[in-house]
């Protein structure tokens, strides 16, 4: 059983910071992608970063130069550095990862059950 398990979201006024972490679990050859998601009450779920194994990062243009996603392989751990967060970036975000069960299988889109993030003053 492949577990995807979020910490870290919370309250923070505008201009704040936060970070969140998300730790892989269980039984698998290799994780590829890992990356992080957002969904707004009444919008569509949406990317905000992704790093590769290799350690490539692709950003939503409405977080770059603020977000940072980094990840930690050796102990399938992926985090976001969120700095001078706004109203907007309030959602629910979710860790997202490409998994292989095993060596040669396709690879498996798997989900953390979401942690809120809420930028209010």
């Known amino acids: 059983q492949v577990q995807l398990v979020e910490s870290g979201g919370g309250l923070v006024q505008p201009g704040g910071s936060l970070r969140l972490s998300c730790a892989a679990s269980?039984?698998?050859?290799?994780?590829?992608?890992m990356g992080w998601y957002r969904q707004a009450p009444g919008k569509q779920r949406e990317l905000v970063a992704a790093?590769?194994?290799?350690?490539?990062?692709n950003y939503a243009d409405s977080v770059k130069d603020r977000f940072t996603i980094s990840r930690d392989s050796a102990e399938n751990m992926v985090y976001l550095q969120m700095n001078s967060l706004k109203p907007e970036d309030t959602a629910v975000y979710y860790c997202?990862?490409?998994?292989?069960?095993?060596?040669?299988?396709?690879?498996?889109?798997?989900w953390g059950q979401g942690t809120q993030v809420t930028v209010s003053s």
């Open positions: 997202n990862a490409g998994i292989r069960k095993l060596f040669g299988s396709r690879r498996t889109d798997y």
């Open positions: 269980g039984t698998f050859f290799s994780i590829a992608a």
């Open positions: 790093i590769t194994s290799g350690g490539s990062t």
